[in-house]
């Protein structure tokens, strides 16, 4: 006969086989973890088939970020493709988010 060893959080019921917790807890942490989202970007930056995502990251900055998606997936009212004329940008900003791109591509 097989010893039956409590479950490490509720320490009542035996554990699942294979497991460190039994049924009940088992479906407590997978519920708590399907429920954190993930951060999304605020803005994505496009160029030369490079995408960064700028991520929030205090009041008023990003923290800018490589992501290996492609450029059609993107929402195009979040997209800014540098490849283009940025319409409301000035040409400081369309250089500085052009450096953070390339850089961001030869850091990966």
């Known amino acids: 006969m097989q010893h ?3 479950c490490l959080i509720c320490d009542v019921k035996p554990r699942r ?13 997978e519920s708590e ?3 954190i989202k993930k951060p999304k970007p ?10 960064v995502g700028l991520y929030p ?3 008023g900055t990003f923290r ?5 998606i492609s450029v059609k997936r ?8 540098l490849n283009q004329w940025c319409e409301g940008y000035s040409r400081d900003q369309v250089k500085a988010f052009k450096r953070c791109v390339q850089t961001m591509n030869r850091v990966s």
């Open 4 to 6: 039956k060893v409590p």
């Open 17 to 29: 086989v294979g497991s460190l917790y039994c049924n009940n807890c088992n479906q407590q942490i």
């Open 33 to 35: 973890r399907k429920a």
């Open 42 to 51: 605020d803005k994505y930056i496009t160029y030369r088939d490079a995408v």
């Open 57 to 59: 990251n205090g009041p």
């Open 64 to 68: 800018p970020q490589l992501l290996r």
């Open 74 to 81: 993107l929402p195009k009212s979040k997209t800014i493709d």
